[in-house]
C-alpha cells in the first residue's frame, strides 16, 4: 500500500497544527497496519 500525507498549514514553525498532528495519527496507522516502517523520508515525530 502507498499514501501520500499532505500537511498544508497556516500555522508558523515550530508550532505543530492540528493538521501536522492529525497526519501523524494517519502516518502512525497506517505503518501499523502495513506492519513495516516507515520508508526513509517520511517524517514522524
Excluded: F, H, Y
Excluded at 13 to 27: D, F, G, M, W, Y
Amino acid at each position: 500500500m502507498r499514501a501520500v500525507v499532505l500537511n498544508c498549514t497556516l500555522k508558523k514553525s515550530p508550532e505543530k497544527s492540528n493538521t501536522e498532528l492529525l497526519a501523524q495519527v494517519v502516518i502512525d496507522e497506517l505503518t501499523k497496519r502495513t506492519s513495516r516502517s516507515p520508508p526513509s523520508g517520511w517524517q514522524t515525530t
